[in-house]
Antibody, heavy 119, light 107 residues
Framework: QVQLQESGPGLVKPSETLSLTCTVS????????WTWIRQPPGKGLEWIGS???????TYNPSLKSRVTISVDTSKNQFSLKLSSVTAADTAVYYC?????????????WGQGTLVTVSS | DIQMTQSPSSLSASVGDRVTITCQAS??????LNWYQQKPGKAPKLLIY???NLETGVPSRFSGSGSGTDFTFTISTLQPADIATYYC?????????FGPGTKVDIK
């Protein structure tokens, strides 16, 4: 069974860079798109961006200037960096995976990790 | 971006009731519409993909329909385990976008 697990600091200072890693177990990272989605407390879901295992990325235009997603196939991990964070970036961050070769819907999700932006 | 709206924003129903949620897209998205269930403190769970296809392992009391801009999600017989927030999500255009959610609870 595929499992995803987010890891990274739970507290980030304003203007700094948020960094999270998603570790994939129970399956290969190849042939799939890997996605980051966030949810501010009490609010809805926002798609941040995706990376194909080959390294091709797609980002939400609203965040594109601040987002970098990368993949390390040797470690079965992919990562998110969000620069110049503000309080508006406080959210639960989820990593997710869809069906093979498709970035359409998300079957497998991590448990989510709350990142708070505060000094 | 394609804007997704849902109605109602919340509802209260009795166990055994039929529950219907609607989702509307700001433009034609064909059938590129998915439905998720999210319980408090948990990640969303995919229930329906491509508007009407039931994800493996999801109970048959959940169903979806629609195409173009108007979609419907139905719980045929509400169960206590169905208390959650439900989100629609389009993937016709990048970025994928989600509806604001519909919170379902028991009357």
């Amino acid at each position: 069974q595929v499992q995803l697990q987010e890891s990274g600091p739970g507290l980030v200072k304003p203007s700094e860079t948020l960094s999270l890693t998603c570790t994939v177990s129970g399956g290969s990272i190849t042939s799939y798109f890997w996605t980051w989605i966030r949810q501010p407390p009490g609010k809805g879901l926002e798609w941040i961006g995706s990376i194909y295992y080959s390294g091709t990325t797609t980002y939400n235009p609203s965040l594109k200037s601040r987002v970098t997603i990368s993949v390390d196939t040797s470690k079965n991990q992919f990562s998110l960096k969000l620069s110049s964070v503000t309080a508006a970036d406080t959210a639960v961050y989820y990593c997710a995976r869809g069906p093979e070769y498709s970035n359409s819907w998300y079957v497998y999700w991590g448990q989510g990790t709350l990142v708070t932006v505060s000094s | 971006d394609i804007q997704m709206t849902q109605s109602p924003s919340s509802l209260s129903a009795s166990v055994g009731d039929r529950v219907t949620i609607t989702c509307q897209a700001s433009q034609d998205i064909s059938n590129y519409l998915n439905w998720y269930q999210q319980k408090p403190g948990k990640a969303p769970k995919l229930l329906i993909y491509d508007a009407s296809n039931l994800e493996t392992g999801v109970p048959s009391r959940f169903s979806g329909s629609g195409s173009g801009t108007d979609f419907t999600f139905t719980i045929s017989t509400l169960q206590p385990a169905d208390i959650a927030t439900y989100y629609c999500q389009q993937y016709d255009n990048l970025p994928p976008t989600f509806g604001p959610g519909t919170k379902v609870d028991i009357k």
